[in-house]
């Protein structure tokens, strides 16, 4: 409390807001550009906002792989009653996962590029770092001979 007091880290108020607004359910949403990722990239900046869309997506993508995992538990214990090492579904459950995992890099690598491109971050999206200069440096910019 004490530092709050000295030198406030946020306006509570606008960060209660934009709190509510990350938590605020919404079930109907199919994917692509979120509005509620916005007021956290005002607020927060881009960095903070590239882990929440990311954490959305992630979530919102593990929907096909538990529906699956379970269908295919749900077969194995149910129908053929065998343990998961005499399954012979579960090889391709793996490749099925495999595949679900190269096509999520996809469609995140996809997601990231238009939350890059409408934020102005392309040029750094690639490593999320977004690049600072320091104001009281002096000196002259060199390249490194050690890297």
């Known amino acids: 409390d004490l530092i709050d007091v000295v030198t406030p880290l946020h306006f509570a108020r606008e960060r209660d807001r934009v709190m509510q607004l990350m938590l605020k359910p919404n079930p109907w949403r199919t994917g692509g550009i979120d509005a509620s990722i916005m007021p956290i990239y005002r607020y927060y900046g881009s960095q903070c906002a590239y882990y929440f869309a990311w954490m959305d997506c992630y979530t919102r993508s593990l ?64 490593t999320f770092i977004e690049i600072e200069t320091r104001a009281n440096f002096k000196g002259t910019p060199r390249v490194s001979s050690i890297t």
């Open 63 to 126: 929907v096909f792989p538990g529906v699956a995992g379970l269908a295919l538990y749900a077969y194995r214990t149910i129908v053929l009653q065998v343990s998961v090492d005499d399954c012979p579904y579960t090889p391709f459950f793996g490749l099925l996962m495999f595949l679900w995992g190269v096509f999520f890099l996809r469609y995140w690598e996809r997601c990231e590029k238009r939350y890059a491109w409408m934020w102005g971050t392309y040029a750094t999206s690639e």
